[in-house]
């Protein structure tokens, strides 16, 4: 059956997995894009080896995938990749046999999240320069994505009609575009109310009747051209109001620290898991590493059998 996946070309069979993956399975951009590298990876390496389908047996993949020197998360990305792509080929009948069922998945060793505490992030925000109509937007951004606990993906596409200040609440959507709603807080309603009135208008009517006539009139924050705001627009201007304070931080670490510091005080865990979005809540258990350690802490400060006591 296999010579039917022989007719087609690279691009042809990287088309057919993507309408696949995006269209009937619904997967994110950014899952679709992992993808799709890596299935071309593999495939410039069956050409390069000149590997037929049926000869691909569990030993060829493991050799590809050590060719690749990847780290163990690395190696795991791959392999979801090319399992997803081998049960596609297998459900169209386009390979009679799936090589990636009988390899195991690496065991990956989960690493705490880095977080910064309360006070680093009241530094980070206060850094912000609001006297400008851009520093009131970076003010304005990360106030939301550290109260809400955002994904850099997820504020890159929120719209003005995903807020609704009155009732207090934003719509976002997440991986798998699951939508949730996520409470605002007083302090997250004031910058978002300060920077649709002062900023984002502003922004709007700067550049009107300047060659940027295609602006994003929908996205709720825009770089200073009127278009939506890119991933790397809010790398880039974290990194340097951070790096302004002294603070090392990624956009992630927004995140992190917003669950943690929910559970730290006194949040339960499922609810956390409900604000950031996690299908299974062993992911959001990671977070539960702050609490343990501060009750490692107090218990070798206070407890008159600790070691610092003795």
């Known amino acids: 059956?296999?010579?039917?996946?022989?007719?087609?070309?690279?691009?042809?069979?990287?088309?057919?997995?993507?309408?696949?993956?995006?269209?009937?399975?619904?997967?994110?951009?950014?899952?679709?894009?992992?993808?799709?590298?890596?299935?071309?990876?593999?495939?410039?390496?069956?050409?390069?080896?000149?590997?037929?389908?049926?000869?691909?047996?569990?030993?060829?993949?493991?050799?590809?995938?050590?060719?690749?020197?990847?780290?163990?998360?690395?190696?795991?990305?791959?392999?979801?990749?090319?399992?997803?792509?081998?049960?596609?080929?297998?459900?169209?009948?386009?390979?009679?046999?799936?090589?990636?069922?009988?390899?195991?998945?690496?065991?990956?060793?989960?690493?705490?999240?880095?977080?910064?505490?309360?006070?680093?992030?009241?530094?980070?925000?206060?850094?912000?320069?609001?006297?400008?109509?851009?520093?009131?937007?970076?003010?304005t951004l990360y106030e939301l994505m550290y109260s809400c606990g955002l994904r850099i993906s997820e504020a890159v596409d929120l719209d003005v009609k995903n807020l609704s200040l009155k009732e207090g609440i934003i719509r976002v959507v997440g991986k798998g575009n699951k939508e949730r709603i996520i409470p605002l807080g007083e302090e997250a309603i004031y910058w978002l109310e300060r920077y649709l009135k002062e900023s984002r208008r502003a922004i709007l009517r700067i550049r009107k009747g300047t060659p940027y006539q295609r602006r994003s009139e929908d996205a709720l924050f825009l770089n200073f051209r009127g278009y939506r705001i890119s991933r790397k627009g809010i790398w880039l201007n974290l990194k340097k109001w951070a790096t302004q304070e002294g603070i090392e931080l990624k956009t992630h670490t927004l995140r992190h620290s917003f669950a943690t510091h929910l559970l730290k005080n006194g949040a339960d865990l499922r609810v956390v898991q409900e604000l950031l979005g996690h299908v299974d809540i062993g992911t959001t258990e990671i977070y539960t590493h702050v609490d343990r350690q501060d009750l490692a802490l107090a218990h070798h400060k206070f407890h008159p059998r600790s070691r610092n006591n003795l």
């Open 1 to 139: 059956m296999t010579h039917q996946l022989d007719q087609l070309s690279k691009k042809e069979i990287l088309q057919l997995f993507e309408a696949e993956i995006c269209l009937k399975e619904r997967r994110s951009l950014a899952t679709a894009d992992v993808y799709l590298r890596e299935v071309s990876f593999f495939l410039d390496y069956m050409e390069r080896k000149q590997l037929s389908w049926d000869a691909l047996t569990p030993p060829i993949i493991e050799a590809y995938l050590l060719t690749r020197e990847l780290s163990s998360v690395s190696v795991a990305k791959a392999m979801s990749a090319l399992r997803k792509f081998m049960q596609f080929l297998l459900y169209y009948d386009l390979v009679e046999h799936n090589p990636m069922a009988l390899i195991k998945r690496p065991r990956i060793r989960r690493k705490n999240p880095e977080v910064v505490s309360e006070a680093q992030i009241d530094q980070l925000l206060s850094a912000c320069d609001i006297t400008t109509v851009l520093g009131l937007r970076d003010r």
